[in-house]
């Protein structure tokens, strides 16, 4: 069994001027993750270190960099899920803080509850001494760009999502074989105030048990949550699917059931490992072995050494 790490930036249509941005960040998220596992850490460790960097990165839709809201304010959505415990812990529509996915793991370490939400997690962050940042610390020219296009009304947010998304999620197996995931976003462009996507819905956004495997989902969270898609790709796992073909077959189920595009990043617990989308692009990276992987488009996939200059 070797330990990996595997990352994707968020399913969509990346547009050209913004690819090399995103293929490098998820590349240098994976790294993190996976220099994590080298010095010892667990794959929780990993999973928020990696989502952690992507949040930091104003490229993707997760902390700094996050979509706007109707009212032009950033909501945040994020989980993470220990698959030796089946522990989890999430926070949603959370507002004011860099690194949700940080948040997420101390509702899960130190509460007795797996989801804190809006004002109450915000509460519980300053109890933590997590520190409050000011919302335009989160927001950026092109976030609020687009914000101002969909107001527009024949704007179509969904679809113009489905364009350009960045939400971010990691996945790791560590030298234990214990399995983690961690997935983190500002949700869906233009959404309602107080809007809850997929992302923080155990099952849905994420899943992690080391029986079956972890996965981390991105894709539109209305259509994600009708079909429980992690929960969905490790049943077909449980059933005996590698991690490519279950992913593979939720995606599928995805798309002819309730017509919606997506993509996942999916470990078991031997290490074997995929990264796959219906959607039209999604950056994903993958170390394993002291190699990294990546790719953008559908059957794209790069191998370099991580000891070369990247
Ligand atoms: N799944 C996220 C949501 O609906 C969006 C995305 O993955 O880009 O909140």
């Not at 969270?221 to 593979?248: N, P």
């Not at 990043?265 to 170390?287: C, E, H, I, K, Y």
Request: proline share 4%; charged share 15%.
């Amino acid at each position: 069994m070797f330990p990996v790490v595997v990352v994707h930036g968020g399913a969509g249509h990346i547009p050209k001027e913004r690819s090399e941005l995103s293929t490098g960040g998820v590349s240098s998220a994976a790294r993190a993750g996976y220099l994590v596992l080298q010095g010892g850490g667990s794959s929780m460790d990993a999973v928020v270190e990696a989502v952690t960097q992507l949040e930091n990165n104003p490229s993707f839709n997760a902390g700094c960099g996050s979509v706007l809201n109707i009212r032009g304010e950033v909501e945040m959505d994020a989980i993470v899920m220990d698959g030796k415990t089946l522990g989890s812990g999430a926070v949603s529509a959370v507002r004011n803080v860099a690194n949700p996915v940080q948040l997420a793991r101390l509702v899960m370490d130190k509460t007795s509850h797996v989801c804190l939400t809006a004002d109450g997690a915000s509460k519980f962050a300053r109890s933590m001494g997590v520190p409050e940042v000011p919302m335009d610390s989160l927001i950026t020219q092109y976030s609020r760009m687009r914000w101002e296009k969909n107001l527009a009304p024949d704007a179509n947010p969904v679809e113009c999502q489905m364009g350009k998304m960045g939400t971010v999620g990691a996945v790791a197996v560590d030298g234990e074989g214990n399995v983690a995931c961690a997935t983190s976003t500002g949700g869906m462009l233009n959404k309602m105030e107080g809007r809850v996507g997929d992302t923080p819905c155990i099952g849905s956004g994420g899943y992690a048990d080391n029986q079956a495997g972890a996965v981390s989902t991105t894709g539109h969270g209305e259509t994600i949550m009708k079909v429980t898609l992690a929960r969905h790709i490790l049943f077909h796992m449980e059933q005996g699917q590698s991690a490519e073909a279950a992913s593979d077959l939720g995606l599928a189920y995805m798309k002819s059931r309730v017509g919606g595009l997506g993509g996942v990043v999916t470990v078991d617990p031997q290490g074997n490992w995929a990264a796959r989308f219906s959607s039209l692009q999604m950056a994903w990276a993958a170390v394993q072995k002291d190699t990294l992987h990546r790719g953008l488009y559908a059957g794209e996939h790069f191998t370099q050494s991580i000891h070369e200059p990247h």
